[in-house]
């Protein structure tokens, strides 16, 4: 299975509503074209990670939402590594986790975000570094093995509109 999530409740203002509207519509324009296989709207953590844990031999997982160094959100909350541990035995052994938002894996605090979803889910995660929207630069990859090493200005840069993870 490849799931998207996106958050259904980023905070008020006409920017965010923007927002939503295109991580709804690029959600769906990956169903639609059947490049995933499901699209969940999540308004928290809760009903995304539940929502996953109902799929099983998960091949990918896309979140979209706003992320802050070594962060992502989901409505106003956090998302703690941890409680993606439950999604460990549904992940397939060559899964990845990739979050879509902003500056996430940026800084030291981001390589240590990218670390902990990796050692709770025992999977490849990817994360950007930048400022993301039509263009999302600074993309970084943190393999089943491996050190969170990246320089937190480079990374690939790829279309919002791709939705598989580059090689």
Known sequence: ??????????????GNAGLRLSW?????KQLQTKECDA?????????????????????????????????????DKALKPTDLALLRGKLKRDAYIW???????????????????????????????????????GLQVLKVTGDAAWDDFKGKSIWCFQSKLPE
């Not at 996106?6 to 203002?13: E, K, T, V």
């Not at 990670?49 to 109902?54: C, I, N, Q």
């Open 1 to 14: 299975m490849r799931l998207v999530i996106y958050d259904n409740n980023p905070g008020p203002g006409l």
């Open 24 to 28: 709804k519509v690029w959600a769906w």
């Open 39 to 75: 699209v969940f709207a999540a308004n928290n953590w809760f009903d995304a990670v539940s929502w996953a844990l109902k799929h099983e031999s998960i091949t990918w997982i896309q979140y979209w939402g706003h992320g802050s160094n070594g962060a992502v959100y989901c409505g």
């Open 99 to 137: 979050f879509r938002s902003c500056f996430t894996f940026k800084t030291i605090w981001g390589r240590e975000f990218a670390l902990s979803v990796r050692k709770h889910t025992g999977v490849k995660v990817a994360g950007h570094t930048k400022l993301i929207g039509l263009t999302q630069p």
